[in-house]
């Protein structure tokens, strides 16, 4: 693979906040800037990651929710910021902005406050493109741009933007402690072909 697995237990400076999986039972499908990706889909890049297994989706840590409703590109749509976020790749601490698309249906609203136990919605396959039931996250450094995204021109509820995307394996963590007792695996060797070890191997919290 392209990268080496992320060390686990990686610590993190004070005050910074580790996020974590959005599904507790996670399996990871393609991720991010997968190679093959376009070679399947469209020929889009992808500047996120595919994501499924339980279909309860919860936020990653404490944020505020921008914008939610419905993409006429990527379905039900939520967008968080989460600030002083620990990006265990770089050993940096920034704010960050999460999309999330493709949800059968909501269970937040625009400017609520969410922690990791805070339900965002039910996974789907909403959207022009979703072709099976999962949540595709996204993190940008764009933060005075929340709703800016790279690679899409025809969307009602977002714009296109030059590339400010992040890998969410370098910000995510799994917690596999009470209460959320979450795993990690992979799709499979179709979904690693093209992809990177850590897409699928995140540090433990």
């Given amino acids: ?3 080496p697995t992320p060390e686990p237990n990686v610590p993190a400076p004070a ?3 580790k996020l974590i ?3 507790n039972k996670m399996t990871v499908g393609y991720g991010y800037k997968n190679t093959d990706y376009p070679k399947v889909f469209h020929g889009f890049t992808h500047y996120g990651a595919d994501y499924w297994g339980q279909l309860m989706v919860y936020a990653s840590g404490n944020g505020e929710i921008l914008k939610t409703g419905y993409d006429s590109t990527f379905g039900n749509t939520v967008v968080i910021r ?3 976020v620990f990006v265990h790749k770089t ?3 920034r704010d960050l902005i999460a999309r999330y698309y493709h949800f059968k249906s909501l269970s937040c609203k625009t ?3 969410v922690t990791k136990d805070t339900v965002l919605g039910v996974a789907g396959m909403t959207g022009k493109y979703s072709t099976g039931v999962h949540v595709h996250v996204e993190f940008s450094t764009a933060i005075n741009d929340p709703y800016g995204v790279p690679g899409i021109y025809n969307t009602n509820m977002l714009h296109w933007a030059k590339d400010s995307t992040i890998d ?3 910000v995510l963590h799994t917690k596999p402690s009470a209460p959320d007792f979450q795993t990690l695996k992979s799709a499979g060797t179709m979904y690693q072909k093209g992809g ?3 897409d699928w191997i995140f540090p433990r919290v």
């Fill in 168 to 170: 969410p394996a370098w």
């Fill in 15 to 17: 005050g910074a906040q």
């Fill in 91 to 93: 050993g940096e601490v």
């Fill in 82 to 84: 989460y600030n002083n």
């Fill in 1 to 3: 693979m392209n990268s």
């Fill in 111 to 113: 400017g609520q406050r």
């Fill in 21 to 23: 999986q959005p599904i």
């Fill in 196 to 198: 990177q070890s850590e």
